[in-house]
């Protein structure tokens, strides 16, 4: 039998990291930390984020204390920020993908370990405000319960041990390199989906390494497949995003041959880094023009140092003119793809046209079609013109 996809390795259980891999942490890691240092008269300028990514609550506050020079003790260090964390836990999201990961499994009866460096009591406060997390899962292990933080294996071990699965059986999820070393120290199979922008080429020891959650194929590893993919598109929740159209770099319609309004991210990058890179597609409203079908990327920007992500709409209609300044509203609905790196221009270009043609189509179906009518995209209309 000639498979598409051949197997990697039949796993039978699944062990999950949780902050970071199935919760976006990192955002409020950085905004209690911005808020914290200023008492110190420190900026966090995010270089630390790096270092403590993965690390134990211990590990991660003595390089906090020592890269800024603070005046007092890890421990005193602890003893301050952990209130602030508390106050933050019922706000923080689940990252894209997760529930759907976790509804999956749990419907199909994989066992789903949770083993984190966190305290097993901060992990439980974490997951009660997630639905349906707690019941769907086999098993949680805390930093606390092993005597060694990740790298270490010791967190995964014991977890097989008290699922009674064999290490080889079990496929790990993590977004830290600690963690991964941890997964492949155990013995066990490692998909990396990193938390840290542009990151990807250090996770050379994991088995796979995704953009996100989004783009797991869990029949890879003996587990079964989602279900839920439509004419090459994923569903996702739709997500709103909107401003006046402004100059990009002008690559679009001159190397490409492709016309992107880009957006200004002014006042979204909270939003955007919620979203992983990659190629969406939804509905687009331009303030005295109408409503058109769109395909956008998400992305990495050299230009802005990879602190920036961009995103650039292609409206699928040809205009006779520029709306630079124009108010554009864009419905996000489905996904298509993750970002990749091409061989050539004309590569790109032909995928690019490809990822054209599926949104095209996708958007005819009742399910995305119906958000046309979205009230957030037809809110910038002077008056109605809808296009139809």
């Not at 609550?57 to 920020?81: C, R, W």
């Not at 993908?97 to 370990?113: D, Q, T, Y």
């Not at 790990?172 to 963690?179: A, H, R, T, Y």
């Not at 990807?200 to 783009?215: F, G, K, Q, R």
């Amino acid at each position: 039998m000639l498979m598409a996809n051949p197997l990697k390795k039949l796993v039978s259980c699944v062990i999950l990291d949780l902050d970071g891999t199935l919760l976006n942490t990192d955002g409020i890691v950085s905004d209690i930390l911005k808020v914290y240092l200023v008492k110190y008269g420190k900026q966090w300028d995010g270089r630390g984020a790096q270092r403590i990514v993965g690390k134990t609550p211990s590990e991660a506050a003595a390089v906090i204390v020592e890269d800024y020079e603070l005046p007092l003790s890890k421990e005193e260090f602890i003893s301050e920020v952990t209130p602030m964390f508390s106050d933050q836990w019922c706000n923080i999201k689940a990252l894209p993908g997760a529930n759907r990961l976790i509804k999956h499994l749990r419907g199909h009866g994989v066992p789903m370990a949770l083993a984190s460096n966190s305290p097993r009591a901060n992990v439980e406060t974490k997951i009660s405000y997630q639905s349906g997390w707690n019941e769907s899962l086999s098993l949680i292990i805390g930093g606390d319960e092993v005597t060694a933080g990740k790298p270490s294996p010791e967190i995964f071990l014991e977890a097989a041990k008290r699922l009674n699965i064999d290490p080889s059986n079990c496929l790990v999820i993590e977004d830290s390199l600690p963690g991964v070393m941890a997964g492949k120290a155990a013995g066990m199979e490692v998909v990396a989906v990193p938390s840290l922008p542009k990151q990807s080429h250090l996770y050379t020891s994991a088995d796979e390494v995704i953009d996100s959650l989004l783009d797991l194929r869990p029949e890879k590893w003996g587990l079964p497949p989602f279900q839920d993919w439509i004419e090459g598109t994923l569903p996702i929740e739709p997500w709103h995003i909107g401003g006046p159209v402004i100059k990009g770099f002008g690559r679009g319609s001159k190397v490409l041959g492709i016309p992107t309004a880009n957006l200004s991210t002014e006042g979204y990058s909270a939003l955007l880094s919620e979203h992983p890179s990659g190629v969406y597609f939804g509905w687009a409203g331009l303030s005295t023009r109408g409503v058109y079908k769109m395909v956008m990327s998400i992305g990495w920007n050299p230009y802005f140092n990879n602190t920036e992500k961009t995103i650039e709409p292609w409206l699928l209609h040809e205009f006779d003119d520029d709306f630079y300044g124009e108010e554009l509203r864009l419905a996000i609905v489905g996904y298509i793809r993750p970002e990749e790196n091409f061989p050539s221009l004309e590569s790109l270009v032909a995928k690019i046209h490809e990822d054209r043609k599926v949104a095209e189509s996708a958007l005819e179906l009742p399910l995305y079609s119906k958000y046309r009518d979205d009230p957030y995209v037809k809110s910038s209309f002077h008056g109605d013109h809808s296009h139809l």
